[in-house]
């Protein structure tokens, strides 16, 4: 006679917004104890403390608030690229990928034509090339995944690597100076095809671009006929065919926008941040987004709060690590471990244990 | 000759680091989780090893290299395994998405890596460099008279024990998932859990154990690397993207360990390519460095159009199971 669970679990059928807060504000803090401990047993200092200077790095003054500003942009820009492919359930892993090559092409078109057009035009061009870019980039896979199935998890990874070698290849060509095997910033002396102030701040189109795209993402998931379409593939691409949607006509569509928006992160890093470009443009961002916009569940206003959250826990660690002269790298440890607990929580959110009942 | 000699015996030893990454992913694919989180855990491993070896050489005046080896090689299994147990609470347990967990633990492993690598020296007193003499050597050295042997002896016999050790994990590994009762339970999962559970088998145990074994398997590839590669010193960031690449041999090899090994050296093999081609310029260089990855792209695309059979990957793959919802 085998013993009855001592817990039991099942599907919950609603959960309110209220409780799903509570749950993730509970693994958060949870994940903030386990690191204290952590760091405490490394450095053997007080997490008060770490926890002051997590704060002071990420919004200790002007200039550290908007770097995790312009850094969450970024961050929430990727997540929001993926939202429509991963509703779709298409795992675009290669956001990383995407970021590259529409970042590539933006320095292209900085390099290039850098001095053969009028500011505005050349920023147009660049928006429109990196969109592009990383559109086709996204819509190879999706083509092979609509006409034969091809696994797309690891196709997009694949092509990350891929898109990795054209940015060196790039590199190559464009290195300043020769020999440095680096890009160096693009256009110094006359700044053409960098993003502009806007309002008297430096990163204010980056904001401003990035928090468009979330309005409208939001709009075009929640309310139009395409957002329609896409969560119906997402849940059954039977259901799909059988309701008259061509279902590979969705595919390549949606991969093609989320593709593209992926690559216009590419060209606000080049251009509204960095300058430059390299293999580390994308920096792992491509994957964190994925978290971002998996945690989410789609909506892009939750996106935006759990980039601040991750953004702001990085430059804190960094924070972290210079001041108490440990390595930086312990930034991805603590990401990780937070990220565990933030992942774990969906489990409770979305099942109820209780006591089994005699 | 001897530039062919050399260059078959580096990609044999790039091989073996991916080699072991991919064995640890077919032992976990066939149970039906995809972990994506091996090249963290690869780190990870890596680390732990050169750390277990790092103490135990630091404590002691007269270390014994055959100690050394094995707490490296327990330490880097264990941590490793670890690694691939987080994955399998969040995944199997707790039934959270498996992509988002795997990334989830890439990042973490990655800069657990890093992390340790950057600032054991610190940790252990400011001693400068990390190295581990003795344990090292033992990792390298050949097999005395066998590799004296000109030409055969080169290409055969001249590597540490590790290099034969994940051969012969690559047979065990074949004959365990083809040939035996247990073997043929685990496939069993991969492809329909929900099959599986009702003729009796305990899919929870299974899907642990595997994914637990094979992220220590995958471990030992980081500890191949930091040993027998760097000779038991460590750079961050070192072990590059060889993580991925043993993802991509999975595919390859087609969930077959057996392929693996000779999917492996071939791995190794387009990896340095670029370094042997008379005449290349350093723009083709970076073309040739993508090769693996084109490769694999092109295998996947088309087992895609092939729709053989035995050439599919797990049908429960990525999928979580969940009894109650059969």
Known sequence: MKKEPFLKMSRREKISWQKRLMIRIAALLLSLLVCAGVIFLLVRMNPFDVYKAIWDGALGSERRIWITIRDTMILLCIAIGLAPAFKMRFWNIGAEGQILVGGACAAAAMIYAGDKMPPVLLLVVMFVCSALGGMVWGMIPAVFKAYWNTNETLFTLMLNYVAMQIVTFCIVFWENPKGSNTVGIINQSTQAGWLPELFGQKYGWNVLIVLVFTVVMFIYLKYSKHGYEISVVGESENTARYAGIRVRKVIIRTMAISGAICGIAGFVIVSGASHTISTATADGRGFTAIIVAWLSKFNTFIMLAVSFGIVFMQQGAVQIATQYGLNENASDVILGIILFFLIGAEFFINYKVERAKK | ?326
């Open chain 2, 1 to 326: 000759m001897s530039v062919l000699i050399i260059f078959i015996q580096k990609a044999i030893v790039q091989g073996i680091c991916i080699l072991y990454g991919a064995l640890g992913e077919i032992m976990t694919e066939k149970s039906g989780n995809l972990n994506l989180g091996i090249p963290g855990i690869m780190y990870m491993g890596g680390i732990s090893g050169l750390m277990g070896a790092f103490f135990y050489e630091k404590d002691n005046p007269n270390p014994n290299a055959l100690v050394g080896v094995l707490i490296s090689l327990l330490c880097a299994f264990t941590v490793a395994a670890l690694g691939g147990l987080i994955y399998s609470v969040l995944t199997i347990t707790l039934r959270v998405n498996q992509n988002v967990t795997g990334l989830a633990l890439t990042i973490f492993g990655t800069g657990f890596g890093n992390f340790f690598g950057g600032s054991i020296s610190k940790l252990a007193g400011g001693v400068g460099q990390i190295s581990v003499k003795v344990t090292g050597s033992a990792y390298t050295a050949k097999i005395p008279g066998l590799s004296k042997i000109p030409v055969l002896g080169d290409l055969l016999f001249s590597y540490g024990f590790m290099t034969y050790l994940c051969i012969i994990v690559a047979v065990l590994l074949s004959v365990f998932l083809f040939k035996t009762r247990y073997g043929l339970n685990l496939r069993a999962i991969g492809e329909n859990p929900g099959t599986a559970d009702a003729a009796g088998i305990n899919v929870t145990k299974y899907k642990y154990l595997s994914t637990c074994i094979g992220a220590g398997l995958a471990g030992l590839g980081g500890l191949y690397f930091v040993m027998e590669y760097s000779g038991g010193t460590w750079t961050d960031n070192g072990f590059g993207d060889r993580g991925w690449l043993a993802v991509a041999l999975v595919i390859f090899a087609l969930w077959k360990p057996l392929n693996a090994i000779w999917g492996a050296f071939l791995f190794g093999a387009l990896y340095i390519l670029y370094l042997y081609i008379p005449g290349l310029g350093r723009s083709m260089q970076e073309v040739f460095k993508a090769l693996p990855y084109v490769v694999t792209i092109i295998v996947l695309v088309f087992t895609s159009f092939r729709k053989k059979k035995e050439h599919q990957p797990p049908a429960g793959l990525g999928l979580p199971y969940f009894r109650e919802e059969r």
